[in-house]
């Protein structure tokens, strides 16, 4: 069974980091694009950052830039999200996602992703 699944999300206060991790069963996404999105209450899920088949090219959304940083370690069959500087404004479910439509390139839209884990809770409190 193909999974996506996420951990190391939790309570942090203003400033704090995380580091999430997203652990990938059942198939190799290895050239795939993989990236991480996020949904608050009463929000539409919206895009994090994403990363290509090796990370060596990365996109962030403006409100994470500098922030957040996204890697991938194939041989570990992991997707990272480092996030550092936390806002109370980051507080959301995040998702871990891969396109496995596309190899080597870039994915950046929700509907082009095909795979999505559960997700994990991340709070900031401030």
């Keep these: 069974q193909v999974e996506l699944v996420e951990s190391g999300g939790g309570l942090v206060q203003a400033g704090g980091s995380?580091?999430?991790?997203?652990?990938?069963?059942?198939?190799?996404?290895?050239?795939?694009?993989?990236?991480?999105?996020?949904?608050a209450p009463g929000k539409e899920r919206e895009l994090v950052?994403?990363?290509?088949?090796?990370?060596?090219?990365?996109?962030?959304?403006?409100?994470?830039?500098?922030?957040?940083?996204?890697s991938r370690d194939n041989a570990k069959a992991t997707l990272y999200l480092?996030?550092?500087?936390?806002?109370?404004?980051?507080t959301a479910i995040y998702y871990c996602t891969a396109d496995t439509r596309t190899n080597y390139g870039m994915t950046y839209v929700a509907p082009e992703f095909d795979v999505w884990g559960q997700g994990t809770q991340v709070t900031v409190s401030s």
Aim: glycine share 10%; aromatic share 14%.
């Design 49 to 70: 950052a994403t990363t290509n088949w090796n990370g060596g090219a990365t996109y962030y959304s403006d409100s994470v830039k500098g922030r957040f940083t996204i």
């Design 82 to 90: 480092q996030m550092n500087s936390l806002k109370p404004e980051d």
């Design 18 to 39: 995380l580091r999430l991790s997203c652990a990938t069963t059942g198939r190799t996404f290895s050239l795939n694009p993989m990236g991480w999105f996020r949904q």
